[in-house]
């Protein structure tokens, strides 16, 4: 008979399950808050998104993995949703990963918890070598956003009483759209990696990882076929104005460059196809379509699309040129005909491209190259090689000048996550650029260093390393090449795109990326030589331990440092010149001098004329001597001076300037508590009242 006490395993699996339902709940409150936050005016949109959202839950709970190959299908699918049903900006591919997650977490518990309970199995599982460099990512991205969101909302709730929507940057931010930027960044970054992970626990054999493939192989003939529609009929349809006009088409995807950053990613996959399957069927289906794929990139017209395919059939054929070689030996008609059509396709695009074939000179692509290989000639002869690449980077040269000038001035821990577009006015101001679009860094690496430093760059690093490492050993040792060729070639030619914009940026791109790599990894778990490389989530040894803390503290420090000082609203305001006014109320005179009463918390810029200054402060709450009030003073964003208020006298307070560098300072007067005068019966004002203030005066 079993004992009724719970043994170890047991007691172990229990933990696990109530951490993962913790998990559930903070996801939950997550979903929640965001679909607050999104939810479109739309009603159509909101039937068709809230029905999908149901589908993959109830799926993900019962059949994970049917879940799982429903959201790959749509991956590809749903981003310009808002457009062709007019609706707000909705990134709904990422809205829909939510009900994926959960399900697949209430799916585990369940699964722990039910028939499978006294089985010695693991809920769920990862590859161990990925699991602390990627865990301790998370953990300095979550401290990166949380910090540039407690930057933007001016320290509230630790300075002010109240949050402040406040002018950020030059270009007129608000707190919340630069918080809006982070949390965006932040959890295209977190679903990512939550992605890979579920992928790892779902995907279970090598069927799998090709019915994978072949779904989102389906899914992006489905698109193309919106693409053809565009270009045939309707340029604007699910399209913006501006992509249109200029000959770039988007299909279903956000705008044309992700669509050409996803046929990166894809063209390896289709290429491949025709060499994997046996079948002449199957091999004239995946030769057709993968010309629809190179026609996807032409109608893009996005010039690193079309570099990275080019990069892919190189990477490839190095990869597998054993595989492709043997199978060239057995069909040589066939390795005839492929080279001869190869040739005759270079042969037409530089036709097209020297404008010798007029009726296709629409192809955004075309237009595009046409213009760059001009531009650098022009300016190759006129003003050398480097003003020559300056020409075609379309101002990424800018771009990266910045993030390097960023990344020089924070090195350890950046400038916070997603804050490189608010940043940005400031930078192009304080280097003398003379340039004022404001975009993205135009390079993913810069784009790391800049926002976490070489903190978050090395660990990007090192998951990256880890990726080509396995990948390549797969190939190396393993029977099944072709696949893996495939997976790594694509991954690798990401790599290389990605210098030329932070391309995974966009919610599509970063689930594809994020898909491939767990499906390279996966392929290696599944396809292992006789080494175990999965574990369940388990105590770490202690070294380790202590180790990932130095980390996440030196970087939380150095963050928490400069968050305070230069990258600080109080005083960005003071160095680049504009003003965050708030709580001061119209001036009135009493006994011949100017006062004015303050809310319970007041702001503003004032000129250093001296090297003190003297701020006379009177309390005015009805009840100040049985509950005394305390007034905070901080100069930028340091507490100077904390008095404390028990009687209607005027107070000097005198502070010493001669620590403040700048010409200029902010100034903050943060009061403990507020009193509302209708509510004592003295008017009828519902004016929330801190203190009454007087002229300030400067000494010298």
């Not at 999104?38 to 068709?48: D, P």
């Not at 049917?66 to 310009?80: E, G, M, R």
């Not at 040589?332 to 074939?357: E, T």
């Not at 939380?556 to 305001?573: M, P, R």
């Amino acid at each position: 008979m079993r004992d009724n006490t719970l043994n170890n395993y047991e007691i172990n699996i229990l933990k696990k399950s109530f951490i993962y339902l913790l998990i559930f709940v903070v996801s939950y409150v997550v979903f929640f808050e965001y679909q607050k936050y999104i939810i479109s005016e739309n009603i159509y949109l909101i039937v068709i998104v809230n029905t999908l959202i149901l589908v993959i839950f109830l799926l993900a709970v019962f059949k994970t993995k049917s879940a799982l190959f429903l959201f790959i299908f749509l991956i590809p699918l749903l981003n310009s949703l808002n457009r062709i049903i007019p609706s707000k900006d909705v990134d709904v591919i990422l809205f829909l990963f939510f009900p994926l997650w959960l399900g697949f977490i209430v799916n585990g518990i369940s699964e722990a918890l039910g028939k499978n309970y006294l089985k010695k199995r693991n809920i769920f599982i990862f590859d161990k070598e990925f699991s602390t460099p990627i865990v301790l990512l998370i953990s300095v991205m979550f401290i990166s956003a949380a910090v540039a969101i407690f930057r933007y909302s001016n320290f509230y709730p630790f300075i002010t009483n109240k949050f402040y929507n406040l002018v950020v940057n030059l270009n007129g931010f608000t707190s919340i759209v630069s918080i809006y930027w982070v949390l965006k960044l932040f959890f295209n970054f977190l679903c990512g990696f939550l992605f890979f992970y579920l992928i790892y626990n779902v995907i279970k054999s090598n069927k799998d990882i090709i019915t994978s493939l072949l779904i989102l192989v389906a899914s992006t003939i489905v698109s193309s076929f919106v693409l053809f529609y565009q270009y045939f009929f309707n340029p604007y349809f699910g399209n913006s104005e501006v992509w249109a006009n200029s000959g770039r088409l988007n299909a279903t995807f956000t705008d044309p460059n992700s669509l050409g950053n996803y046929t990166v990613l894809l063209f390896p996959v289709f290429l491949i196809f025709i060499f994997y399957f046996k079948k002449w069927y199957q091999k004239t289906f995946f030769g057709i379509f993968f010309m629809v794929l190179v026609l996807m990139i032409f109608l893009s017209g996005s010039r690193s699309a079309f570099m990275g395919s080019i990069l892919s059939t190189f990477v490839l054929i190095i990869i597998s040129f054993t595989e492709i070689k043997k199978w060239f030996r057995k069909r040589k008609k066939l390795a005839f005909i492929f080279i001869i059509f190869v040739s005759v396709l270079f042969v037409v695009f530089v036709l097209i491209l020297s404008k010798k074939i007029p009726f296709v000179g629409e192809i955004g692509l075309f237009n595009k190259l046409s213009e760059s290989i001009t531009a650098v000639l022009s300016y190759y002869r006129k003003d050398g090689f480097i003003e020559a690449i300056k020409a075609i980077s379309n101002y990424r040269y800018i771009y990266w000048q910045q993030a390097v000038w960023m990344f020089k001035d924070y090195p350890v821990a950046g400038i916070g996550l997603g804050t490189y577009i608010t940043e940005l006015p400031q930078y192009i101001i304080k280097t003398g650029a003379n340039f004022f679009q404001i975009d993205f860094a135009g390079n993913y690496y810069l784009q790391i260093l800049a926002e976490l430093g070489v903190t978050g760059f090395v660990l990007v690093g090192f998951i990256f390393y880890l990726v080509i490492k396995k990948g390549y050993k797969i190939i190396k040792k393993g029977k099944d090449k072709l696949l893996p060729s495939a997976l790594l070639t694509s991954f690798i030619s990401m790599l290389v795109v990605f210098n030329l914009g932070a391309h995974t940026n966009i919610i599509e791109v970063q689930f594809t990326f994020w898909l491939i790599i767990g499906l390279l990894i996966t392929f290696t778990n599944i396809n292992k030589l006789k080494n175990n490389n999965s574990y369940s989530i388990q105590n770490k040894n202690i070294s380790v331990k202590i180790s990932f803390i130095i980390i996440i503290i030196i970087f939380a420090v150095n963050l928490l440092i400069s968050s305070f000082g230069e990258l600080s609203t109080n005083i960005k305001q003071v160095i680049y010149g504009w003003e965050n006014k708030y709580g001061f109320y119209q001036e009135i005179n009493i006994d011949g001098e100017e006062c004015r009463l303050t809310s319970i918390d007041a702001s503003e810029v004032l000129e250093k004329k001296g090297s003190k200054i003297t701020l006379p402060i009177k309390a005015l709450n009805p009840d100040i001597k049985s509950n005394p009030l305390y007034v905070k003073i901080y100069i930028n964003n340091y507490l100077i001076k904390t008095i404390k208020f028990d009687d209607y006298k005027w107070h000097d307070v005198i502070i010493d300037l001669r620590n403040i560098e700048r010409n200029k300072f902010t100034l903050t007067i943060v009061c403990s508590r507020s009193w509302i005068p209708t509510e004592w019966g003295f008017s009828l004002s519902k004016k929330e009242l801190g203190i009454l203030i007087g002229k300030e005066k400067f000494i010298k």
